[in-house]
């Protein structure tokens, strides 16, 4: 019987697919784990307990129907498995790469809460959807009826993506602007390769575009085309910028040469990977080959920046952070695949200044875990006298990313933005102030994750789709 193939977590342990070798990992941008072949898929997802109240499911911003096919993919039913991850999640292939699961589906199994060990749940998502890719069952978009509406998407990162693929299926005429040269926005150009090569990204910007998604590329919002030609030019238009803008740091020397924002740092790694001209890189400005590089920040960003130097050649990385290990907003797979490539954690340390121009060292402040805030996370303070110089050639402020200043920027002040610069929108349905102006992902919840973003622009595509329900019953009235 089919119900056999489960609830095996008992019976078989849990095995993450094989890790490459450090030593060898940290020597290319290749993804550091092995693809599970096809029987260990289906043995680690038969560990699934198919429990009454799937915790994985309601932990997952999108909801993915985790139980179904890790059943699926038990009994052999691949295909089904991957049709039923499709959809309710744009990108299965990327979350499956970068999602952290450690702290969303994976963390709230209910038998890695028994002891048992969690069912892998991200390992089989990829081995689902890279199977599609390979088999052919991922077709470009086909329409079932042309729509004469159209929108306008500002960004195509995973919010915007995930709104155009979502609209375009409904036979909606969609043109995404973005002012890269590829599409993808932080996918391409945040994270590093060995976390999502990007020839995973390109295939899924290719099938977009098959399915008739218009893609504007070397397109800036403000200065090659106007906010109100945008919204001229369409019906709708849908606001999925990200947050570009690097959180600064200050004190003695922080203007020095060789003190550099990640953005800037982790984008020409991955122009460089595509074999673009990159000056900065050649230069030895954005490169860390034979370097002392000292990264500040403790979130999955920070991560990205001591992993990507290990790979460039530096000398030695080392990691500031102002809290320790259990507080720190990274993900803790991350930080023990970046210990184990040979980057050093300096917990409970932060930056007070640096000495040199071009940079020689960072003043370092020791500090010690005080009273909670009112978050409840101990707040940081300075430990008096402890204080020391690390030698440094290379600094990368990893301090997280805030939003641009769309209304100066695009010239529409009208546009209502947050006290912290977020544009306001409607929580479920993400309209903004602006009639037929709708606002996704981190543009409008700050710095988060790829799979929320994801989630907001289907949100936001969904309310697109029942507002020309709406129009149209009130037409026929």
């Known amino acids: ?63 993915n129907n985790i139980p179904d096919w890790l059943k699926l993919t038990a009994e052999g039913r ?5 049709e039923i991850s499709q959809a309710t999640n ?15 589906c994976e963390g709230n199994c209910v038998i890695e809460q028994s002891g048992h060990g969690t069912v892998t749940i991200g390992s089989v998502e990829k081995y689902i959807t890279d199977t599609a890719w390979e088999e052919g069952w991922v077709k470009p978009i086909t329409p079932s009826v042309e729509r004469p509406e159209s929108v306008g998407i500002i960004g195509a990162g995973p919010g915007g993506l995930a709104a155009a693929d979502m609209l375009r299926r409904a036979g909606l005429q969609v043109t995404v602007y973005d002012r890269y040269d590829r599409g993808g926005g932080l996918l391409t150009y945040g994270i590093p390769g ?73 984008t020409a790694s991955n122009r460089v990977g595509f074999g673009d001209d990159v000056p900065e890189f050649t230069s030895g400005e954005l490169n860390a080959e034979g370097k002392r590089v000292v990264v500040i920040g403790g979130g999955d960003t920070a991560m990205d920046c001591v992993r990507t130097a290990i790979r460039q050649g530096a000398t030695s990385v080392k990691c500031l952070y102002r809290r320790d290990r259990a507080n720190m907003p990274g993900s803790q797979r991350e930080v023990q695949n970046a210990e184990e490539e040979g980057v050093e954690f300096v917990w409970l340390s932060a930056p007070k200044g640096f000495s040199g121009d071009p940079v020689d060292g960072v003043h370092v402040q020791r500090m010690k875990l005080g009273e909670p805030d009112a978050t409840g996370r101990q707040m940081p303070e300075e430990i008096p006298g402890a204080d020391y110089v690390e030698p440094a050639d290379l600094v990368i402020k990893a301090l997280g ?77």
């Open 78 to 82: 691949l295909q089904e498995a991957y």
């Open 90 to 104: 744009t990108f299965p292939e990327i979350c499956g790469r970068i999602c952290p699961q450690d702290r969303l």
């Open 194 to 266: 060995f976390k999502l090569e990007k020839d995973v990204v390109m295939a899924r910007m290719a099938q977009l575009e098959a399915g008739g998604v218009a893609m504007q590329l070397n397109c800036s919002v403000g200065e090659d085309i106007s906010f109100a030609d945008l919204r001229a030019k369409h019906d709708f238009v849908v606001i999925a910028t990200g947050v570009y803008k690097s959180r600064d740091l200050g004190g003695p020397g922080a203007g020095a040469a060789g003190i550099v924002r990640a953005i800037d740092y982790l």
């Open 1 to 63: 019987m089919a119900t056999q193939k489960m609830l095996r977590f008992v019976t078989v342990a849990k095995e993450m697919p094989e890790k490459r070798a450090a030593e060898a990992r940290s020597k290319d941008f290749q993804e550091i784990y092995a693809e599970y072949a096809r029987e260990k898929a289906a043995e680690q997802a038969g560990r699934c307990s198919q429990c009454g109240v799937p915790y994985c499911q309601s932990h997952c911003p999108l909801h």
């Open 401 to 477: 990313f805030e939003p641009e200043p769309l209304p100066s920027l695009w010239g529409v002040p009208e546009l209502e933005v947050t006290r912290w610069g977020t544009i306001k929108a409607n929580f479920r349905t993400h309209e903004t102030n602006l009639p037929g102006v709708y606002a996704a992902g981190d543009i409008v919840r700050g710095a988060s994750l790829v799979v929320w973003a994801i989630r907001d622009g289907r949100e936001a595509a969904e309310a697109i789709l029942a507002a020309l329900q709406k129009n149209a019953v009130v037409a026929a009235e």
